[in-house]
């Protein structure tokens, strides 16, 4: 692990562990009903590329750069944003969530990174070196429990960061089960923790995984309505009803899970004209937030962007 910026200060670190408390004793994050004169669209800036978005207690979205890992912040209530962390050329964030104590957690893509962003300040807290592979894809992250948990579409293993404290990284190899794709951002990516809080479901090449965040044992889940999901990207899980976003295939679908997610049941597909390759999504009251990857389109500094709402 290498650490290029200052540790979170003490009010940062006692904020983690009554976070990491809170979660794990099972407590929502109260969130209130979008009125119905907030935006269901809202733009980012031309040559964004984004690939992730987080929400947290309150109408603030965060979305990252994959141009230069940038971080970019919207008002839900009336659409407008700015830029809350400025970006560096060679940098990417992809997956990003946000922590109850305003930290910012970020995958860093090929640059093998996580990287903690305050979410008032937009200042660059700690960067912490994932892995030394020659060509890693540090994609997407959960919050569970004690650690942030991030995902490497290319290499079967998952990488746990400590949540608002010092700590050493925690590398856990995925066995049993696990099936490692060919390179790509197809593999592993999207997760989130399983209704029990026993481990973490990962969708991986189409298909969804349980792991077993004791011994790293990958169990695949069996699909009940659908063969796979293709394109699977980001996950939000509420309650047991799990939502796999399949990005080229634009389309949300929804999934019933038994109580320890061994099966997954097919229960309804959301589409909407203005999905353009959505990746992740984020929920904010009645409503998901996505943002549009547009990869089908070109990566230009020239080609728009936006993220979009559908009701839940």
């Known amino acids: 692990m290498t650490r290029n910026h200052p540790q979170p200060s003490r009010r940062t670190v006692l904020g983690g562990a009554v976070a990491a408390l809170a979660v794990a004793a099972g407590t929502g994050t109260a969130q209130a009903a979008p009125g119905s004169g907030w935006p269901t669209e809202f733009p980012l800036p031309d040559g964004w590329l984004p690939e992730g978005i987080t929400i947290g207690s309150r109408p603030y979205a965060y979305m990252g750069s994959r141009a230069d890992g940038a971080i970019y912040r919207t008002d839900l209530r009336t659409g407008r944003g700015g830029v809350l962390h400025e970006g560096t050329a060679g940098l990417a964030s992809i997956g990003l969530k946000l922590d109850r104590d305003g930290l910012l957690y970020v995958a860093g893509g090929a640059g093998g990174t996580a990287r903690i ?37 290319r290499a079967a293993v998952l990488h746990g960061v400590p949540r608002g404290r010092r700590g050493e990284v925690r590398a856990l190899p995925l066995t049993g089960e696990w099936v490692q794709a060919p390179a790509g951002t197809n593999s592993a990516n999207g997760l989130v923790a399983t209704p029990d809080g026993r481990g973490l479901i990962v969708v991986n090449a189409g298909q969804l995984y349980t792991v077993d965040l004791r011994s790293g044992h990958a169990t695949k889940v069996t699909l009940k309505g659908a063969s796979d999901v293709a394109g699977g990207d980001g996950l939000v899980r509420l309650g047991r009803t799990l939502y796999v976003v399949q990005n080229r295939l634009n389309k949300i679908t929804v999934w019933d899970l038994d109580r320890k997610a061994t099966s997954a049941t097919l229960t309804r597909t959301i589409t909407d004209p203005r999905f353009d390759v959505p990746t992740t999504a984020a929920r904010y009251g009645d409503r998901l937030y996505l943002v549009n990857a547009r990869f089908t389109s070109p990566q230009t500094p020239e080609t728009t962007f936006n993220a979009v709402a559908v009701s839940l």
Do not use: C, K, M
């Open 117 to 153: 962003v305050d979410a008032r300040t937009g200042e660059l807290l700690t960067t912490y070196q994932l892995t030394r592979d020659a060509a890693p894809f540090i994609n997407d992250v959960v919050l569970h429990e004690d650690r942030a948990w991030f995902t490497d579409s």
